[in-house]
């Protein structure tokens, strides 16, 4: 790799017009930015809303309490270390609570929004030092040395999440005079210097710079930050960090990128590294990189993610198990992780354009992201197990819950990087629903929503999409804008017998996949594709050992769960038969599960499993064992 030359760098004057998180330079499919594809109601539209009323003010209330935001003020004032609080990356929190308020700005434009925004970026800003270092754990008299503890001092993690949000407020705000991407630029510039190749051989314990650094690069045109972004991904697995009781593979610190099988380790640490690895492939048109990336997903999908998409097994280390290691009941599956799924999968879909990763997103979202949240958007799992065993109290409101410590939801926990992860996830949402080509536009998601983009001939592809999915199966998209090109819509993995009808034309049968049609549209045509719900009944794989002999049921995107809240009893006794036919009714599933203890055997209804836990203390499977 040729040398990083890192000089103070000189603001760019525009910025790439796409108002997305990931903007790559190349790829089969471009994303389309929150101002193309607006999310309309139903069931993101919901979660986007309550995001945006509750979830961002409960945040911010945390970070004053818990006295997280303080620690800048104090940082500003030189009385530091005396009354910091929190842990070495708590910083890291009020980064990604700054990101998802600008892409709810970006989102509803918010006037009260905008004030807590610039309010908090004046205060982290005022806490920055001459030369751009940022952080309120380290280098003060008092406290431990610069990048003196990169194992575990989340230093440079902090800071790409400070990128992170930079980016979100320049493309959602370009040429706002905050100051954020200024001081991001700063500090970026230090990193450079302080890792480039002409500084310290090292890596931080906690992959996150890479990702903020490559797409701070992209967003300013600063080659050379992709480049470092590119540095550190070469540099792991090459033992620099010390050996823990993990393995240095908990921080993929054991095996060069290039030469892993499948994901390792800490399942955050693992996602967040694979996807800057993919944004430097792309950037750098490293397909080596990118077939290695290619390779390590697919294992890691078929052998290492839970039916929900969950990812981790072991609590003690957060961490991927072996292959085939899937315990229900030891289910880490932290929400973070699942998030970081979601960013390395929807890199390699804009890279390739294949559908299996906008599957494994789809279950993703349904199963982990949208199950953390209360329904007021006030409280959250840190994990996600797939089976509950001991009924639960609930957690005190105005407490701080250690760490996945309760098995109801939880206001707030030590380590808090999960609600101002869903929070960023939830803003920038309607990123993640469609992207485009040359020749049109592919909808990967469903949601209600609009959507209008212009394709690189000038043609305009405008369109609605109207649906009450995944309660309903059917999705009707509405033109609004005459023009020819192709409009492509993803037939989920599950979706055997989905059909697509084009006007009066009869309905085709879809298969699996991408469904194509290139027509010269016209206002008010409308295309109806239905996708069918009949729940279904899954059996794992047989090399699971934990869940051999047992049974899930899922309906389109959801998996379903049994709670004891519908059996009437510990859901350790349910048995289920080993040919069960669920059925609907109402919108209800049920299907036939005896009482082992009782022998007697009902019809019960068993729920989405992102709804379980929200009527009190309950036991919970998602496995149902048939002897």
């Not at 302080?194 to 051989?201: I, L, Q, S």
């Not at 349904?366 to 609930?394: I, K, M």
């Not at 007697?600 to 064992?625: F, N």
């Amino acid at each position: 790799m040729t040398d990083i030359i890192c000089t103070h760098p000189v603001l760019a004057t525009a910025a790439s017009s796409v108002v997305a998180p990931v903007v790559p330079a190349r790829g089969r499919l471009r994303p389309l930015g929150i101002d193309e594809v607006r999310i309309a109601d139903g069931f993101w539209g919901d979660r986007q809303r309550v995001n945006g009323a509750n979830t961002l003010a409960h945040i911010e209330s945390k970070l004053e309490s818990e006295g997280w935001l303080r620690n800048f003020d104090l940082a500003a004032a030189d009385r530091l270390p005396e009354g910091r609080r929190g842990r070495e990356f708590s910083d890291s929190e009020v980064y990604k609570y700054l990101e998802a308020l600008a892409w709810e700005i970006g989102r509803t434009d918010d006037a009260s929004l905008e004030a807590r925004f610039r309010a908090i970026v004046a205060r982290v800003a005022a806490a920055q030092e001459a030369d751009g270092y940022l952080n309120t754990r380290f280098g003060r008299p008092g406290q431990a040395p610069r990048w003196s503890d990169l194992e575990w001092g989340h230093e440079l993690y902090c800071l790409g999440h400070l990128f992170q949000a930079a980016v979100a407020r320049a493309r959602t705000r370009p040429g706002a005079d905050d100051g954020l991407l200024e001081l991001a630029m700063r500090a970026a510039d230090l990193v450079c210097r302080e890792f480039g190749t002409a500084g310290r051989d090292a890596i931080c314990g906690h992959a996150e710079v890479e990702v903020g650094l490559a797409e701070l690069g992209r967003l300013t045109g600063e080659q050379r930050f992709v480049d470092q972004a590119g540095l550190f991904v070469e540099r792991h697995g090459r033992h620099t960090l010390a050996d823990i009781e993990f393995g240095r593979s908990y921080y993929q610190d054991d095996v060069p990128v290039r030469d892993a099988e499948t994901l390792r380790g800490h399942a955050v640490r693992a996602n967040y590294l694979s996807s800057a690895a993919v944004d430097v492939a792309v950037e750098n048109g490293d397909d080596a990189l990118l077939d290695a990336l290619r390779r390590q997903w697919r294992r890691t999908v078929e052998r290492r993610t839970y039916v929900t998409g969950g990812q981790g097994s072991h609590h003690q280390d957060e961490a991927f198990g072996d292959d085939w290691e899937l315990p229900s009941d030891r289910a880490y599956s932290e929400t973070c992780a699942g998030i970081g799924s979601i960013m390395f999968s929807w890199r390699l879909l804009l890279a390739d354009g294949d559908p299996r990763y906008a599957d494994l997103i789809e279950r993703t979202l349904f199963n982990v992201v949208a199950t953390s949240p209360a329904p007021d958007g006030r409280a959250f799992y840190y994990a996600n197990t797939l089976h509950q065993r001991v009924p639960a109290q609930p957690a005190d409101p105005d407490a701080t819950s250690p760490r996945a410590h309760s098995s109801l939801r939880a206001p707030w926990f030590d380590v808090s990087c999960c609600p101002p992860n869903v929070a960023r996830t939830f803003a920038s949402l309607a990123a993640y629903l469609a992207t485009a080509d040359d020749e049109g536009v592919q909808v990967h998601q469903y949601a209600a929503a609009s959507v209008r983009t212009t394709l690189p001939d000038g043609t305009v592809a405008a369109f609605d999409v109207s649906t009450a999915y995944p309660a309903e199966g059917r999705v009707r998209v509405t033109i609004r804008e005459d023009g020819e090109w192709t409009l492509g819509l993803r037939i989920p993995e599950w979706a055997d017998g989905a059909t697509v009808r084009f006007g009066d034309e009869q309905a085709a049968e879809a298969i699996p996949g991408t469904v194509s049609l290139h027509r010269a549209f016209q206002a008010g045509d409308v295309i109806e594709l239905d996708l069918p719900l009949a729940p279904r009944v899954i059996a794992p794989d047989p090399r699971i050992d934990a869940v051999r002999g047992c049974l899930v049921v899922e309906r389109g995107p959801e998996v379903l769960a049994l709670e004891s809240v519908d059996f009437g009893a510990d859901v350790a006794e349910a048995v289920i038969d080993s040919a069960p036919e669920p059925t609907e009714t109402d919108g209800q599933v049920r299907v036939r599960i005896a009482n082992r203890e009782t022998g007697v055997a009902s019809d019960v209804v068993l729920i989405p499993y992102h709804e379980w836990a929200q009527r009190g203390p309950s036991t919970m499977r998602v496995w149902i064992p048939t002897s």
